[in-house]
């Protein structure tokens, strides 16, 4: 459970980290907290908007594009500033979420980091009191605006999901066709209601979500909240600010799939899957499951000793690394084969043309 504490200084650094801004206090303002910068960033976000609404278009990410937002001293600080470098995406999640980096940043270049996204497919929803579950595929949230449902069984969606770059609270309100919001669009809150990202599943947040998003609201907000937890806090003021959750659209169509953890407890189902997959066991569900992976929540409380949670998260990311190299590997034979097949084709259009020239030359002859 991420506390308000823990929120507090998340937000702070994460901000710094991202923004190659460093504090004189821990407590300064984001990039938003000047006019000028907060005009620049909303024509940034305006052309940005623009520019995807157009079309699909490719983002390159690289382990440099993404931070991990946890907590870290004055001293990491500084030398965070001192590398100068710039972030586009910020991992949030509990200090047990396991992340596959290589689904991450395959996931992450089909969005643009300068428009404000909070992207899951993981949420806690309960529209009555006392019925909450997670991951629940209920929640309100937004599918990319560019993303192409029509390859996929219309029978499997829970809802009409709308489309949004960025997803906005007014957009999920307004094509509210379940009676879930009231004229205010008021989100649910605890205890009489939940919608929120799981902490332990984890987020995705961009640069633009942090522009778009000052640290001194946030701070504001989640002092004038009673909620549960950080997960709750954060996705509470950031509807309060007018953005919603992104689902990345493949388990909006796959019930049984999760890209952000399969919850609510199976943390061993998917160290099986690699298990099988390992031993040449994985069908195609299997296949696909495992390669948009993004992330695990290993629920580190349960095990006996920290360290026992330690050596499972050593022995899954091993397993995952595993199955992707396997994945490379298998994957390069096949462009090798395609290859020697071309190779075969055109030697034996070169030998029929031969062939065909030299009839021609024995027929010239006669």
């Given at each position: 459970m991420?506390?308000?504490?823990?929120?507090y200084a998340t937000l702070t650094i994460s901000t710094a980290l991202l923004l190659d801004i460093l504090p004189a206090s821990v407590q300064a303002q984001s990039l938003a907290a000047s006019d000028a910068a907060t005009q620049s960033a909303q024509a940034k976000l305006a052309a940005a908007t623009a520019a995807q609404n157009a079309g699909r278009k490719k983002y390159p990410v690289t382990r440099e594009d993404i931070v991990v937002a946890m907590p870290v001293d004055q001293a990491h600080l500084t030398v965070a500033?001192?590398?100068?470098?710039?972030r586009k995406w910020l991992l949030y999640g509990d200090d047990d979420t396991v992340w596959f980096m290589e689904s991450v940043m395959r996931l992450l270049q089909d969005f643009d980091p300068d428009l404000p996204y909070f992207i899951t497919d993981h949420m806690w929803w309960a529209s009555t009191p006392g019925r909450a579950s997670h991951p629940n595929p209920e929640a309100p949230r937004c599918l990319p605006c560019d993303f192409d449902d029509?390859?996929?069984d219309q029978s499997l969606k829970p809802f009409n999901a709308p489309k949004g770059c960025p997803c906005t609270a007014?957009?999920?309100?307004?094509?509210?066709?379940?009676?879930?919001?009231?004229?205010?669009?008021d989100v649910p809150k605890a205890p009489m209601s939940t919608y929120s990202m799981h902490g332990g599943a984890g987020g995705i947040i961009s640069v633009g979500m942090l522009r778009a998003?000052?640290?001194?609201?946030?701070?504001?907000c989640v002092k004038s909240l009673y909620s549960t937890g950080g997960d709750a806090f954060i996705s509470i003021c950031t509807w309060q600010a007018g953005y919603a959750m992104t689902d990345p659209g493949y388990s909006f169509f796959h019930p049984d799939v999760?890209?952000?953890?399969?919850?609510?407890?199976?943390?061993?189902?998917n160290m099986m899957k690699l298990v099988r997959a390992l031993d040449h066991r994985c069908d195609d569900i299997c296949q696909h499951q495992l390669t948009n992976m993004l992330t695990l929540h290993v629920r580190s409380r349960v095990f006996?000793?920290?360290?026992?949670?330690?050596?499972?998260i050593k022995a899954i990311i091993g397993m995952y690394d595993v199955f992707m190299e396997n994945k490379r590997i298998k994957a390069a034979q096949a462009v090798a084969n395609l290859v020697e097949v071309d190779s075969t084709a055109a030697?034996?259009?070169?030998?029929?043309?031969?062939?065909?020239?030299q009839a021609d030359v024995q027929v010239s002859l006669c």
């Open positions: 991420i506390t308000k504490a823990v929120l500033h001192a590398s100068r470098v710039w029509s390859k996929f007014q957009l999920i309100c307004e094509t509210d066709d379940r009676g879930i919001f009231n004229q205010y669009c998003v000052s640290l001194d609201y946030m701070e504001k999760n890209m952000f953890d399969p919850g609510p407890e199976d943390r061993m189902g006996p000793q920290l360290e026992d949670a330690a050596q499972f030697a034996a259009a070169v030998a029929a043309e031969a062939a065909a020239l």
